[in-house]
């Protein structure tokens, strides 16, 4: 059974609202994936180079743990953007 006009109306902006939404937030997870990537590219490539080996121990280990957090992150959110496509 259809709505009134005004009720179909409603539900088209609404629906068109939510559609809009979901696609700014997939945009957002988008660039904080790629900007998350680009980062540990970088974080990755310093622990591979002579700069590393000028910090502490700890640093080092400190280090190797803050790459290992954003690869898992970089994964949840490539996980994320996946689902989204389905």
Known sequence: ??????????????????ATAAA????????????LKTKSNALASFINGTGYYDVSDHQKGLLRSQL????SYLQV??????????
Do not use: C, I, V
């Open 77 to 86: 959110l490539q996980q994320r953007l996946r689902d989204w496509d389905l």
């Open 24 to 35: 700014a937030a997939k945009q957002r997870a988008t660039d904080e994936a790629q900007e």
């Open 68 to 71: 290992a957090h954003m690869q």
């Open 1 to 18: 059974m259809a709505g009134t006009p005004s009720e179909d109306a409603n539900n088209k902006r609404a629906a068109e609202a939510k």
